[in-house]
């Protein structure tokens, strides 16, 4: 029975979709510049939670947004003197290629907020037609600007767990806007001069960022869904006025059935962002510890606790896949050395049924893979047991990389290193040059050392093996 802590009830829930397929909206970046591993967190856990349920047997169906359209975007383009368009594509490009070294499954649609108005203007025109939205006067744009009244929903404040006089307290309102409440929040904004905008019933304008994953959720998975994710800065406000915006257009309650959130990365005492200017690139962390080494940092903590970034943290998390790919890939006969699998597998299960407890199913992999060095050097075969690591590794999006090619290599590799080494003998130095090469071609290091050489395939993380020299 799998388990999450849902933060809408605040409570361990059994999960139970509402259909065959499981619906799945995770909010994604705004990409005005490179993504830190504070994204890469969320990311890598929500992949995680799909490779799960992938791997239980349900069908998934996942959508994650580009937010391409908002003042960050406008400020940075018109900083760099190019079109919002421009820097959109740049950084949404880097954005993927960090995904793709990561290892992180690709959704089934990325929707870009700026592609989708016109189902954020039927949402507005329809919250309008209800009561739930007004327009008022733009303090900075001819064109009007148009709010949700948050009062009108009762149980506004129920995922962030505030009242409704608590959210008025903490609300301002700036010079010139027109709410009828402090806390009303905006649905559309009224052109301003020289912003990207769009034809509407209320003139030039563009969407809020609320309403833009409303939209695009109701578009792309219909009006209730099972899982939303996203890290827990967007509980509140965002997360509180899409349930907002998505149950009052559509009157079908609840918009989601499982909100999940991760927790922050932190520097220190303080929260990894962009704003606070604290952060370290994706691109940053694969180049010091590859894919794996990334991705086994983040998963060491549970989802829903801060995890501290240290050099220290993150050159362990290095060692721990260089150690995972050893034991997989390391050469053995068939058999499974004697090593339980069945009872492993129902271990990892467990860990993973348990709010995806990623630390204990480690902790699995782990132990999995001390049994198979052992077995190993005991003269037992152990190779179904190295498919079962491999199998439970990739649930967690551990590639450990090359692990079942090195398997499979691994005998013709040490005999070209033999015949390298017979070579240097002979003082044949051109042909031993050319075997180191060649290998080198296919990504596979060697290093000579006093008593002999080692090889690894040449990727950050990897692990000499040693063999005769």
């Not at 499982?258 to 691109?283: C, P, Q």
């Not at 005999?415 to 042909?431: E, F, H, P």
């Amino acid at each position: 029975m799998i388990r999450f802590t849902n933060t809408l009830t605040r409570q361990l829930e059994e999960f139970r979709p509402q259909g065959d397929v499981v619906s799945i909206y995770v909010c994604g970046i705004t990409p005005y510049d490179d993504s830190h591993i504070g994204h890469a967190m969320s990311y890598v856990i929500f992949d995680v939670l799909k490779r799960y349920l992938l791997w239980r047997g349900y069908a998934v169906k996942h959508v994650q947004n580009f937010t391409d359209i908002d003042d960050r975007i406008i400020e940075r383009a018109n900083r760099l003197k190019i079109t919002t368009d421009e820097l959109v594509a740049r950084y949404m490009a880097a954005y993927n290629d960090d995904m793709r070294d990561l290892n992180v499954l690709p959704a089934d649609e990325y929707p870009r907020a700026t592609r989708e108005v016109p189902g954020m203007i039927r949402m507005i025109e329809g919250l309008i037609e209800k009561g739930y939205a007004y327009e008022a006067a733009s303090p900075q744009s001819e064109w009007p600007d148009v709010y949700y009244r948050v009062g009108a929903k009762a149980d506004y404040g129920k995922l962030s767990h505030r009242t409704q006089d608590s959210l008025l307290a903490g609300a301002r309102v700036e010079s010139g806007e027109q709410k009828e409440n402090a806390a009303d929040f905006a649905l559309w904004k009224g052109a301003k001069a020289g912003e990207p905008s769009w034809d509407s019933p209320w003139g030039k304008g563009r969407p809020g960022w609320h309403i833009e994953c409303s939209a695009m959720s109701l578009h792309y998975l219909g009006e209730r869904i099972d899982i939303h994710g996203g890290g827990e800065d967007l509980i509140f406000p965002h997360h509180e006025n899409e349930i907002a915006q998505s149950e009052a257009y559509t009157g079908a309650a609840p918009f989601v059935r499982y909100w999940l959130h991760n927790a922050w990365v932190k520097m220190g005492d303080e929260k990894m962002s962009k704003s606070l200017g604290n952060f370290i690139t994706i691109r940053d962390g694969l180049n010091k510890v590859g894919g794996d080494g990334l991705r086994l940092w983040i998963l060491t903590s549970h989802y829903r606790k801060p995890l501290t970034f240290s050099e220290e943290t993150l050159e362990a998390a290095q060692h721990g896949a260089a150690r995972l790919r050893t034991a997989a890939r390391a050469p053995s006969d068939d058999g499974d050395g004697g090593i339980d699998t069945a009872a492993t597998r129902e271990r990892f299960t467990a860990a993973m049924d348990d709010d995806l407890n990623t630390p204990q199913a480690l902790a699995v992999l782990f132990d999995l893979a001390k049994e198979i060095n052992r077995a190993r050097d005991e003269g037992r075969g152990v190779r179904d047991a190295q498919a079962l690591l491999l199998d439970l590794a990739d649930v967690l999006g551990l590639r450990l990389e090359a692990a079942q090619e090195a398997i499979e290599a691994a005998p013709f590799i040490e005999l070209l290193i033999q015949v390298r080494s017979d070579l240097r003998a002979a003082k044949q130095w051109a042909l031993a040059d050319q075997i180191r090469d060649g290998l080198a071609a296919l990504r596979i290091t060697l290093e000579d050392g006093p008593q002999s050489t080692t090889w690894k395939p040449d990727e950050a993380g990897s692990s000499a093996t040693p063999t005769s020299r």
